[in-house]
T-cell receptor
Framework: GIQVEQSPPDLILQEGANSTLRCNFS?????LQWFHQNPWGQLINLFY???GTKQNGRLSATTVATERYSLLYISSSQTTDSGVYFC???????????FGTGTRLTVIP | EADIYQTPRYLVIGTGKKITLECSQT?????MYWYQQDPGMELHLIHY???????EKGDLSSESTVSRIRTEHFPLTLESARPSHTSQYLC???????????FGDGTRLSIL
């Protein structure tokens, strides 16, 4: 199956700092989603971004499908941004999303 | 945000009990999914359905079973719970075509 690698695995930020999370994938995809899983286990949709760039408030994402990677940018981080960020992709013809192992973000005041 | 609901949110129960985890969505989505997630790990697909009376096993082997009698409802059942079933179970749905998946809040299951 497709391989999905996320980096870094862990990240600690001071409140107000900016960060970039990376997702590399090993094959062509027709679906890529970024999720934030909060400390209560809830999985929140951030972006549906198989290609291109999107922005939503302090968050933005870019997927370069031809080079098989996606980036999630967090600006002016807040303590509520803490949690695990997952990248998930779906190959053409596949039935489901394959998840990366996530980036665990801790934002300290 | 999408309307997909899971109950119960948390369940602690003894070994050998029969358990049903509920998942319902009000968006009319044809596709529904169950994922299993161990603490600190990624999600793995255990079941999916592309419509009424359609169910398939996912990539991760599971002793659970599912049914899809109505479009909006996709329950997951464990006939005899064991401690190895302790995990978080997340339900998702999506529309036809290349559409994003929307997730419920999950059920955290602990088998004693």
């Amino acid at each position: 199956g497709i391989q999905v690698e996320q980096s870094p695995p862990d990240l600690i930020l001071q409140e107000g700092a900016n960060s970039t999370l990376r997702c590399n994938f090993s094959d062509s995809v027709n679906n890529l989603q970024w999720f934030h899983q909060n400390p209560w286990g809830q999985l929140i949709n951030l972006f549906y971004i198989p290609s291109g760039t999107k922005q939503n408030g302090r968050l933005s994402a870019t997927t370069v499908a031809t080079e098989r990677y996606s980036l999630l940018y967090i600006s002016s981080s807040q303590t509520t941004d803490s949690g695990v960020y997952f990248c998930a992709v779906k190959q053409t013809g596949a039935n489901n999303l394959f998840f990366g192992t996530g980036t665990r973000l801790t934002v300290i005041p | 945000e999408a309307d997909i609901y899971q109950t119960p949110r948390y369940l602690v129960i003894g070994t050998g009990k029969k358990i049903t985890l509920e998942c319902s969505q009000t968006m009319g989505h044809d596709k529904m999914y169950w994922y299993q997630q161990d603490p600190g790990m990624e999600l793995h697909l255990i079941h999916y359905s592309y419509g009424v009376n359609s169910t398939e096993k996912g990539d991760l082997s599971s002793e659970s079973t599912v049914s899809r009698i109505r479009t909006e409802h996709f329950p997951l059942t464990l006939e005899s719970a064991r401690p190895s079933h302790t995990s978080q179970y997340l339900c998702a749905s999506s529309a036809q075509g290349w559409q994003p998946q929307h997730f419920g809040d999950g059920t955290r299951l602990s088998i004693l």
